[in-house]
Structure formats: C-alpha cells, structure tokens
C-alpha cells in the first residue's frame, strides 16, 4: 500500500516565538508582506516591531479583508510585487493562512497560526471562497509551508472556544488517535488540566468527550425577559 507523508520544511514553536519571526524572513532576504486581518496584527504588532527591529527586516502589511477569494489574492500578489517583498507571511486564522498560500504559491511562505483550531498551518492545500462568502473552489500546492512558527503566548491567550476545538479536533480526524495524542483531559475548562499517568487503552473514546467540551465552551445566547403587562 502506498503511503506518504508531507509536512513543512521547518515546524518552530515556544512562548514568544515570533520575536525570532525575523530570523526565518532573513533565510529568504530582508522583506515580507504580511497577510493578516488588522486585528490579529494588533494583538502582536509589538513582536511584529520587535522583530523587525532586531533582524532589520521590513515587514509590509497587506490588510487581509476577511475572505480567501480570487480577487484578494491578486490584490495582494500585486502588492508583493510592488513592495518586491522577498516571502509571505500568513498570520490569523484559516482564512488569512490560505489567502497566503495562494499568494505565495508553494513557495517562500512562513505561517503563524493565532488560534489552534484550524488545519491549515501544515497542510499544501487552501479553500476558496467568492466574495460573498461562497464556497468557490479548492486550490492545491507543489509543497507545505516553509515555516510554521508558533507562539504559544499567543495561542494560550486566544478565546477558550478556540483552544478547546483545536483540542477536540486533532484527535476527530483519526478514527483511532494515537495514546500519546491524548495526554491530557479537559476538565472544567482549557485552563484547568488533568495529567494521566498512562494513556487510555482505548483514546478514540475521549472524542464525544471532546466534543462536548467543546459545545459547553461555546457562548450561549441570551434569552430575552419576558415584558410585564
């Protein structure tokens, strides 16, 4: 039976990680363009700096608008162009990793992932979408990411909804997961951690576990009082 494995050219992860972000841009030359919502550069934009000033880098920020979509991609392809950035930079959530993949084309191309509940760090594929928000086609790549950096200063700080699912989902995409992917058993909340001492014998039993870890972690909506007549 024929298998393969395909994975990233270099995985990177600690606290503060990306404050060393400017060491892997400088393995391609001396710019970046980098494609994130403005939120996610906000929630790191002193790393960003830091970074930038310590491996005197420049890092040019494309303004990611929130949907992975053709023309988005050619909007910031052109702008990378323009800048003659040396790399690409995909910072945020699935959407902003995939517009990157598609802008670098397989080539070049270095994620930070700021929340774990997404896929689309390592793999050599991305999803498009329309405008609207409409499922659009898929894209496929010759090769994974160069670099996956993670700061897991960032990740720990990210909503609990969105740590907890990328907890339930690395082990939902095996039928039968590995014991040495369960060390830990959620227990009240993302924060609290209960460590085995020995795996389970039979891991694939903490999936409806995870998942419903992951729905009570979900905000509930509020009901609204009834008015008095």
Same mark, same amino acid.
């Given at each position: 039976m024929r298998k393969a494995f395909i994975c990233p050219a270099k995985y990177v992860h600690g606290e503060d990680e990306i404050l060393n972000l400017g060491y892997f841009i400088r393995t391609f030359g001396q710019s970046a363009l980098v494609i994130a919502h403005?939120?996610?550069?906000? *929630?790191?934009?002193?790393?960003?700096?830091?970074?930038?000033?310590k491996f005197n880098v420049k890092l040019v920020e494309g303004g990611f608008r929130g949907e992975c979509s053709r023309q988005e991609a050619a909007r910031l392809k052109e702008m990378a162009?323009?800048?003659?950035?040396?790399?690409v930079i995909g910072l945020g959530g699935g959407k902003a990793i995939d517009t990157a993949k598609c802008v670098a084309e397989g080539e070049k191309l270095i994620i930070v992932p700021t929340i774990a509940a997404t896929d689309a760090p390592t793999s050599h $594929?991305? +999803? @498009?979408?329309?405008?609207?928000?409409?499922?659009?086609?898929?894209a496929y790549f010759k090769q $994974? #990411? $160069?670099?996956?950096?993670?700061?897991?200063?960032?990740?720990?700080?990210?909503? +609990?909804?969105f740590l907890v699912s990328g907890m339930g989902d690395a082990p939902g995409?095996? *039928?039968? #997961?590995?014991?040495? @992917?369960?060390?830990?058993?959620l227990a009240g909340s993302a924060k609290k951690?209960?460590?085995?001492?020995?795996? #389970?014998?039979?891991? &694939? *039993? &903490?999936? #409806?576990?995870?998942?419903?870890?992951? &729905?009570?972690t979900?905000?509930?909506?509020?009901?609204?009082?009834?008015?008095r007549w």
């Amino acid at each position: 039976m024929r298998k393969a494995f395909i994975c990233p050219a270099k995985y990177v992860h600690g606290e503060d990680e990306i404050l060393n972000l400017g060491y892997f841009i400088r393995t391609f030359g001396q710019s970046a363009l980098v494609i994130a919502h403005p939120d996610d550069v906000l *929630r790191v934009k002193d790393k960003l700096n830091a970074t930038a000033t310590k491996f005197n880098v420049k890092l040019v920020e494309g303004g990611f608008r929130g949907e992975c979509s053709r023309q988005e991609a050619a909007r910031l392809k052109e702008m990378a162009k323009v800048n003659k950035c040396d790399c690409v930079i995909g910072l945020g959530g699935g959407k902003a990793i995939d517009t990157a993949k598609c802008v670098a084309e397989g080539e070049k191309l270095i994620i930070v992932p700021t929340i774990a509940a997404t896929d689309a760090p390592t793999s050599h $594929s991305a +999803v @498009l979408y329309t405008e609207d928000g409409a499922f659009d086609d898929y894209a496929y790549f010759k090769q $994974s #990411p $160069s670099v996956v950096l993670i700061d897991t200063a960032v990740i720990a700080r990210a909503p +609990v909804r969105f740590l907890v699912s990328g907890m339930g989902d690395a082990p939902g995409r095996h *039928r039968r #997961p590995a014991p040495t @992917l369960m060390p830990v058993c959620l227990a009240g909340s993302a924060k609290k951690r209960v460590h085995r001492r020995k795996p #389970p014998r039979r891991p &694939w *039993r &903490w999936l #409806p576990f995870a998942t419903r870890r992951c &729905w009570k972690t979900a905000p509930k909506p509020r009901r609204r009082a009834r008015p008095r007549w």
